[in-house]
């Protein structure tokens, strides 16, 4: 879900969306999706202030309250499946802030291995590292026409409406994200199936939809490096799975060190991972608002 | 500093402390640490919720803003250098949960890497990592006497008084920490020097303070293995750092992909890191706090 409508620009839309009819019970509308988070305005503000003092405090000063009020209002009070872009716009505006060239990570179906890989803009500073990210990140929200209180019961899901407030939130932070992004652009991509259990064949760099992608920016004209498995990203997959046959690499040390303190998972992995990673560089901001 | 109380408790203070008098300009002291961190409060409830709705929901139901008021608590209106353990016992009951067994890590000179290595309390559960550390991760506080607000110009350093309300925090969580701690116990040190431009002898297993508190595990009863530059930890240092030397277990992959998305940084290493990984069994809770 997050990120992946930049990827979509640039692939085009691959599986087309058949949208749902939400439940209606006695003219109240029971949504399919989780209701919002509770403690959210804590939360959030929370992460706000925790991301301008302590993980990125070059971002300077920023006023939180005023930010999550500009947040609240974008789908407070309205219908939650008519939130648009626009909606967000004074949000985006007080909140946004430049990444650093060279940062940039894209992905999708990866969301744990990204946030431990980026180490909180240490290494990466994709999406969810950014300020106007953390607003989002791990958290769901909607209210409801005429009533300006947070609906904690249930939320609409991206099959019952495309235009609620989490997918339109994604949507214009992508495209924010997209806009700031310079330099040389990371992609990871999971070939993986999710779950993991049994190797599913997944796309791999040169096939399916990754060479769609591939042959997208191309035709753009970027100069693109696809690499199967990147080593670091491995590695980090590696730290819990040190006797698993993908970490062959790693297994020349000592074999008192294996299994002792991370006992090896063997069983329930076919293969470990199989993550994409896709380099190209981006070197205008290029314009997809209008 | 945040977890040495616990490894002082078991190896004694290997160093002597000389505390330094603070500087008084016109009776109103001026403290050599930095203020309280600005939007203590807002950083602080957000965690708490955070913690017990994202990171770990098993902790059950807590009221934030009131393991807040008890925080506060402590320190407020008191002598900044007279906070006793006993001042934060309301604090430390409100936000009191379980350590699962085999999930402790105790640490010292390593908190950004066990930040990363501890995953969220995915791999293991160090105190940082808990509802009690979370109030107090990378964060500043004190009050002053007769007053109730915060000081956010400056707070007491160790070297002036140790009974300041940081110090006095990480004592009492990490006494409480240890008294929740059960099963395998891991100790993860840092044998390297920090800045680590330089090769610096540090200690390795069964040498020097290592060797100290090796003999005083062993004392105890307690059967233990420690692990020089233990392979998952080394592992996740690799990630950014894969032409190193230390790194040589992983070079068997081909070459395109070393340095190319993380260049490498031999030039600023002289040695990787040297981490000293030492685990044992822990049966028990005991009690130290009297």
């Not at 990371?186 to 779950?195: D, F, K, P, Q, R």
Request: proline letters at 4%; a neutral charge; hydrophobic letters at 35%.
């Amino acid at each position: 879900m997050m990120n992946s409508f930049f990827l979509s620009l640039l692939v085009g839309l691959l599986f087309s969306k058949d949208y749902v009819k939400p439940t209606e019970i006695d003219g109240k509308k029971k949504w399919k999706g989780e209701g919002t988070t509770p403690n959210l305005e804590s939360i959030v503000i929370g992460r706000c202030y925790e991301y301008i003092r302590i993980v990125n405090p070059s971002v300077g000063e920023k006023n939180c309250t005023k930010i999550w009020e500009a947040f609240k209002k974008a789908f407070m009070n309205k219908d939650p499946c008519n939130i648009l872009p626009s909606d967000y716009e004074l949000f985006i505006n007080l909140s946004l802030h430049t990444i650093p060239p060279n940062k940039s990570l894209f992905w999708e179906n990866n969301h744990l291995l990204v946030t431990s890989y980026s180490d909180r803009t240490r290494r990466y500073m994709p999406l969810c590292d950014t300020l106007i990210g953390s607003f989002g990140d791990f958290l769901n929200w909607c209210g409801q026409a005429n009533d300006t209180g947070f609906n904690y019961d249930s939320c609409p899901t991206i099959e019952e409406c495309e235009n609620n407030a989490v997918e339109t939130f994604w949507k214009i932070a992508s495209i924010t994200y997209a806009k700031q992004s310079s330099g040389v652009i990371y992609v990871m991509l999971n070939g993986s199936a999710i779950g993991g259990a049994y190797p599913v064949k997944g796309d791999s760099c040169g096939r399916g939809s990754v060479q769609i992608l591939e042959e997208r920016l191309k035709t753009m004209g970027y100069d693109i490096t696809c690499i199967d498995n990147y080593k670091s990203v491995l590695l980090l997959k590696c730290l819990d799975y040190l006797n698993h046959p993908d970490c062959s690499i790693v297994s020349s040390a000592p074999s008192t060190q294996k299994g002792l303190v991370s006992p090896d998972r063997n069983g329930s992995w076919s293969r470990l991972i199989y993550t994409i990673f896709v380099v190209f560089v981006f070197e205008m901001c290029f314009n997809t608002q209008n």
